[in-house]
């Protein structure tokens, strides 16, 4: 069995889309947020934790299993699912986006892409067929073509270039495919941020009839406005039958205007990375619970949630750990960030299912202040 999406509903205020994506590994609500565990692993999370805030499904980061332990390891164990105990679905992402942002050292040719290990400097080598063969051993529900992410900003022929090339590569990757039965590769769209290159890359792409398509090369660097136009532009040209994701965005407002511009799946480090800096989500807007003012505050991080955090532990005690660098400050703090976003897309799925979705994003919004012109969420 395959991947296939399922429609259920649009809402009448905005246009966004509630289904559900049948996968292997089970059935995943959208629109849906996917927590990051870059070397199969959440950090600080076990799986049991992130069953227990409802994850549906993960992502898992092919250039860095590739580098360690390797996908050889990863396949003799039984696969990833089998190596990191997680029943649930997953999704791999290509590679592409870190061998372009990790290495220094690379040039990138047709043939693909030659680079040095971030680790230790070893010349190492990824094509789209080696993205595939890895991704095909790691065994996720999901798996990306290996795409080239230009830079925020780039010149226009540059753009061009690239993404004509990420086509040629997404019909490569899709020859080279061995598992399509179990395993959904999924084909990104490229084209910064220019709306007829969108488009070029959109009609290049869909005539390959993958099982759904991602959106790529935004949540770069530039302003959420300038995304959000891209969105509005390039998401109503893909496929309605099938799941669309906008690779690398999890900001509140960004999930909220993501969804209103009708995106199902996105995924992001950033709850867990700014969760180890102690910068908290909370319904009240933004906590850094490093900072002194909480030293004494011995009420939870946010009164309005129900995770285990917040039930249990003060923001003075979390505080305390993550100034003292305890690992359990850390897995606190991303505990709760993790809830709080996928809460957030379970009331986003209600507001949908009740037509009110616009009213939602208003109300999230003003309480997060979120629209005063200068205001930003993380």
């Known amino acids: 069995m395959g991947v296939r999406y399922e429609h259920i509903k649009t809402c009448k205020q905005t246009g966004a889309r509630l289904g559900k994506l049948h996968t292997p590994h089970g059935v995943i609500d959208t629109p849906i947020f996917m927590p990051v565990g870059t070397l199969a692993t959440v950090k600080t999370m076990s799986p049991e934790q ?121 019909e490569r990757c899709l020859q080279a495919h061995q598992r399509p039965q179990d395993q959904a590769l999924f084909g990104i769209v490229q084209g910064g941020m220019h709306a007829d290159l969108r488009r070029q890359s959109v009609d290049e792409l869909v005539p390959f009839d993958f099982p759904g398509y991602a959106i790529g090369g935004l949540s770069v660097g530039e302003p959420k406005d300038l995304m959000n136009q891209v969105l509005e532009e390039t998401t109503p040209l893909l496929p309605t039958h099938k799941p669309r994701y906008l690779m690398g965005v999890g900001s509140p407002d960004a999930l909220l205007d993501g969804v209103i511009r009708g995106i199902d799946m996105f995924d992001c480090v950033l709850p867990t990375r700014i969760a180890r800096n102690g910068t908290t989500m909370t319904s009240e807007g933004r906590v850094v619970v490093r900072n002194a003012k909480y030293a004494r505050d011995f009420g939870p991080l946010d009164p309005n949630c129900q995770c285990y955090t917040c039930q249990n532990y003060s923001r003075a005690y979390i505080r305390h750990l993550i100034k003292c660098n305890e690992t359990f400050g850390f897995q606190l703090t991303t505990y709760h960030n993790l809830y ?27 309480t997060y202040g979120l629209n005063k012109p200068d205001a930003r969420a993380f």
């Open 340 to 366: 709080f976003l996928i809460h957030l897309m379970e009331n986003i799925r209600e507001a949908i299912k009740e037509d009110r979705l616009l009213d939602y994003r208003n109300e999230f919004f003003e």
């Open 50 to 170: 992130l069953k227990e805030m409802k994850a549906q499904i993960i992502l898992s980061n092919t250039y860095h299993l590739f580098l360690r332990p390797g996908h050889d390891i990863v396949q003799e164990a039984g696969g990833l699912h089998t190596f990191m105990n997680w029943d649930r679905p997953i999704l791999t992402d290509s590679g592409g986006f870190q061998v372009f942002s990790l290495s220094d050292m690379r040039k990138i040719t047709e043939e693909g892409v030659a680079f040095r290990s971030h680790l230790n400097g070893e010349k190492l080598f990824i094509s789209p067929e080696k993205a595939t063969e890895i991704q095909n051993a790691l065994g996720p529900d999901i798996m990306m073509a290996f795409d080239e992410c230009p830079p925020y900003p780039a010149e226009r022929d540059y753009v061009k270039k690239s993404l004509e090339r990420t086509t040629r590569w997404a």
